[in-house]
């Protein structure tokens, strides 16, 4: 699969036009960091507390924002074009992700000074974010293929906002419920446990098993997202 950054770059830019001139997804960015704000007046000061907001990010930004480029292009009948354009699979993937996964970054790290989060360890921890966050771009591609205008794209996200936002607060139900023992394999509750475990005396285990994780839940909802990409070029 042969990369263009030209090509890539052209991408980037466009998505950074779409995503200036949509003020209803722009202003979307702003709602972590409203909700950040928040819960560092509330004086809670827990890991949970601080990743509760990190995933909503994730959901709210990351995933939100993807679809709803993807969604606008499929609206206007430009991804069509952008298909059958000599841009490869990869320039594509990668051009529409760069951007969001760039906002990302930014929005996580306002995140995590304005909760005044000071992780144990920093490098684990953005290793983690970054996976997370190019997971969490796969499931907003997959989702934007899924929608045919920006509206749709914006209910299809409401479920994984629900589930892999909200979805660590069951990890505080007994160990034996059969929800918190699904919610526990979550990306979103893999990297508080990832955090948490940071905190404190931690084994190679406690690091390995949220990073395996999180890769998988990427590398299987990547591999979906180019199995319906591609045969959204022959449809």
């Known amino acids: 699969m042969n990369l263009s950054m030209t090509r890539i770059q052209a991408i980037l830019i466009k998505d950074y036009k779409e995503f200036s001139r949509n003020y209803a997804v722009s202003l979307m960015v702003l709602m972590p960091l409203f909700l950040a704000f928040l819960y ?13 907001s990190i ?14 480029l993807i969604a606008e292009e499929k ?31 930014v929005i996580v790290a306002l995140i995590i000074f304005i909760v005044g989060y000071s992780p144990a360890n920093l490098f684990i921890l953005a290793i983690a974010l970054i996976l997370s966050t190019v997971f969490y771009i796969a499931i907003g591609t997959l989702c934007g293929l899924f929608a045919k205008t920006v509206m749709e794209g914006s209910l299809i996200i409401l479920p994984v906002i629900l589930i892999f936002s909200f979805g660590p607060l069951a990890l505080a139900l007994s160990s034996s419920s059969p929800i918190s023992k699904i ?53």
């Open 75 to 105: 609206e206007k009948n430009t991804l069509r074009s952008l298909m059958l354009s000599p841009a490869s699979l990869g320039d594509i993937l990668i051009g529409k992700s760069l951007f969001v996964f760039i906002i990302t970054m």
């Open 40 to 52: 560092s007046k509330s004086g809670s000061a827990t890991i949970a507390t601080y990743f509760l």
């Open 55 to 68: 995933n909503i990010a994730f959901s709210m930004v990351t995933t939100y924002v993807q679809c709803c």
């Open 183 to 235: 919610a526990e394999w979550l990306p979103s509750s893999q990297l508080v446990l990832l955090a948490e475990a940071l905190e404190g005396t931690y084994t190679t285990m406690d690091v390995i098993i949220p990073m395996v994780a999180i890769i998988v839940w990427s590398l299987v909802t990547w591999i979906a997202a180019g199995f319906i990409y591609k045969k959204r070029m022959v449809d």
